[in-house]
C-alpha cells in the first residue's frame, strides 16, 4: 500500500514532466486568490458599501467568468494557446494593481468585470495547455495534480491574505499583482519553446463533429454544475462577512477556514480519487453533494471556532469528492467533439454560479439574515444530485447503445 502511494507522488513515472511545470504555473497563480478571498471584507469593511452593493460587486466578477469562459474556450480553437496565456497574465497585472488604487463603486464594478474575464479565460486554456503539452495517458493525472497545486496555493493565499489586510488590504492587491507577474515569467519559460503534442484522433474516429448542444448527457451535467456551483461559490462570496457579523471571527481566523479548506484539499485529494475510484463518477458526484448540503447548512446551526472548522472539513470532503469527477466527465465529453466548445461552455456555465451565488446571497443576507444563505446552499447542492444522476444515467446509457458517431466516452 505505501509503495503504491509513493509511486502516486514520484517526479517522474506518474507525472509527466510538463503536469508537474503546469501545476507550479497554478500554484504560484493562485497565490493571487487572496484578492478573491478578501475582495467582500474590503469592500464591506474598508470601503463601508452596503451588503447589497458588495452582492451586485462580486457579481459583475462573476460576469466576467462567465463572458471570459467561454471566449477563451473560442480563441483556443484559433490562437496560440501559450501566447494568448502569457498576453491575459500580464493584463492581470495590471488590473490587480488598479483594484488597490481605486475607490470608486463605478470603477470597480469595470475593473471586476475585467478581472473576471482575464481569470476566467485564463482558467479555460490552463485545460487545453494540459491537452496540447500532455499525453493523453496523463491528461486524467495532470488534472488531479492541478488541483492539488491550486489548493496548496489557495492554503498559502488564504495565510497571507489575512495577515496582510491585518495591515492594510491594498497589500493584498498589490502582492498578488507580483505574484502574477512571477507566474508570467515562469510560464513564459516553461512553455514558449516547447512543442506543442500533435492532436490525437479518438479510437471511434471522432473528427470534431460532436458539439456540445446536441449532447444532452453533457447539457444534463451543465444543468447540476450550476445549481452546485451556486452553492459552492457562497463560500468565497459571504463566508467571510457571515463568520465575521455572526461567529465575530478576525479576518487571520477567516483566513485560516480558507487555508484550512486548501490543506485538507492538498492532504486528502490524491488518497481519497484512489480510495473512491471503484466507486464510479455517479456515487462520487452525489456523495460529494451530500457533504456539501452538510457542510454548509450545519453553519446556522452552532457557533465557535471548532464548530466553523467542523463545517469546514465536512464541505471541503465533499468538494474532494465531486470536483475530479465532474472535471474527468467534462474532458471525456470534450475528447469527442469541438473541445474548446466543450470546455467553454461548461467553464461559463460554472461561472455562472459566480455571477448568481453573489446576487442571490447578498439579497438573501440583506432581506433574511446570514442564516438563510446557509439553508439555502444546502438545498441547491442536494437539488443538484437527480441532475447528475440523469447526466450519468444517460451516459451510460450510450456507452451500451451508442447510436452516432463521435460519442462521447465511458465513464470509467
Known amino acids: 500500500m505505501t509503495s503504491r502511494f509513493t509511486h502516486l507522488i514520484r517526479l517522474d513515472g506518474y507525472f509527466c514532466p510538463m503536469s508537474w511545470m503546469l501545476a507550479a504555473l497554478l500554484f504560484i497563480n493562485r497565490l493571487s486568490a487572496m484578492v478573491k478571498l478578501f475582495m467582500a ?35 483556443s480553437d484559433h490562437c496560440s494557446t501559450a501566447r494568448l496565456t502569457a498576453a491575459l497574465f500580464f493584463a492581470s497585472v495590471w488590473v490587480l494593481v488598479s483594484l488597490g488604487l481605486v475607490t470608486d463603486v463605478p470603477w470597480l464594478a469595470g475593473l471586476l468585470l475585467l478581472s473576471g474575464v482575464l481569470d476566467g479565460a485564463i482558467r479555460t486554456l490552463h485545460q487545453r495547455l494540459i491537452m496540447e503539452y500532455c499525453p493523453v495517458a496523463q491528461r486524467a493525472r495532470a488534472q488531479s495534480l492541478s488541483r492539488v497545486a491550486r489548493n496548496l496555493g489557495m492554503a498559502v493565499a488564504g495565510v497571507m491574505g489575512g495577515v496582510l489586510a491585518q495591515a492594510d488590504f491594498r497589500w493584498v492587491f498589490f502582492v498578488s499583482a507580483a505574484m502574477t507577474l512571477l507566474a508570467l515569467s515562469w510560464f513564459v519559460r516553461a512553455t514558449f519553446h516547447r512543442p506543442v503534442l500533435p492532436p490525437d484522433e479518438g479510437p471511434d474516429g471522432a473528427t470534431g463533429s460532436c458539439v456540445p448542444y446536441r449532447d444532452k448527457p453533457f447539457l444534463w451535467l451543465l444543468a447540476a454544475s450550476v445549481l452546485l456551483g451556486i452553492a459552492f461559490d457562497s463560500v468565497y462570496s459571504m463566508l467571510g462577512n457571515y463568520l465575521r457579523e455572526y461567529y465575530r471571527l478576525s479576518t487571520e481566523a477567516i483566513g485560516w477556514q480558507f487555508a484550512l479548506n486548501a490543506l485538507l484539499v492538498v492532504l486528502l485529494q490524491i488518497p481519497i480519487s484512489h480510495w473512491t475510484e471503484q466507486w464510479g463518477a455517479r456515487r462520487q458526484l452525489l456523495a460529494g ?62 461561472s455562472a454560479s459566480a455571477l448568481l451565488s453573489p446576487v442571490l446571497g447578498g439579497q438573501l443576507y440583506g432581506h433574511f439574515g446570514g442564516h438563510s444563505v446557509w439553508l439555502a446552499s444546502a438545498a441547491l447542492a442536494v437539488l443538484s444530485i437527480p441532475l447528475f444522476y440523469q447526466a450519468t444515467r444517460l451516459s451510460e446509457h450510450q456507452r451500451v447503445h451508442p447510436t452516432a458517431r463521435g460519442e462521447p466516452a465511458p465513464l470509467s
Open 289 to 350: 453533494s451530500v457533504l456539501l448540503a452538510c457542510g454548509l447548512g450545519m453553519l446556522p446551526l452552532g457557533s465557535g471556532l471548532a464548530y466553523v472548522c467542523l463545517s469546514t472539513a465536512v464541505w471541503t470532503l465533499g468538494e474532494a469528492l465531486f470536483m475530479p469527477p465532474l472535471n474527468v466527465l467534462v474532458m471525456q465529453h470534450a475528447q469527442a467533439g469541438k473541445s474548446g466548445h466543450y470546455f467553454g461552455l461548461f467553464f461559463m456555465c460554472w
Open 41 to 75: 471584507l474590503y469592500l464591506r469593511q474598508e470601503l463601508g458599501l452596503a451588503i447589497e452593493t458588495v452582492g451586485w460587486l462580486l457579481s459583475g466578477y462573476g460576469a466576467g467568468l462567465l463572458i471570459g469562459s467561454m471566449v477563451g474556450g473560442l480563441l
